[in-house]
């Protein structure tokens, strides 16, 4: 199974990222997503979540009613629209296979991609 991220960059407060995750090798169409981040010396902390259908999803309060999950699964691919975005978001985000478990840690991910640096510059 193969994740690979992309869409992260160097981007003002206030702007917007769209993040793809691009899945092969595995039955991604019923298959629980999730997105984490992690920023420098903090550890990997839950972003999102989306059903293998596109609902429901989950957000962490910290990004809810600013990021966006969903997923095409025809294109095998996860998406994350992160609108408003504030230094604090400033992270390598990733994507993640669950495999069982609570949605919210990143123990119940089995595969992921190599993540991709999102930079918010105040």
Do not use: H
């Not at 010396?41 to 990021?67: C, L, M, Q, T």
């Not at 604090?88 to 123990?107: H, P």
């Amino acid at each position: 199974v193969q994740l690979v991220e992309s869409g992260g960059g160097l981007v003002q407060a206030g702007g917007s990222l769209r993040l793809s995750c691009v899945v092969s090798g595995s039955r991604f169409s019923i298959t629980d997503m999730g997105w984490f981040r992690q920023a420098p010396g903090k550890e990997r902390e839950f972003v999102s979540y989306i059903n293998w259908s596109g609902s429901p999803i989950y957000y962490a309060d910290s990004v809810k009613g600013r990021f966006t999950g969903s997923r095409d699964n025809a294109k095998n691919t996860l998406y994350l629209q992160m609108n408003s975005l504030k230094p604090e978001d400033t992270a390598v985000y990733f994507c993640a296979t669950r495999l069982r478990g609570t949605i919210y840690d990143s123990r119940s991910y089995d595969y992921w991609g190599q993540g991709t640096q999102v930079t918010v510059s105040s």
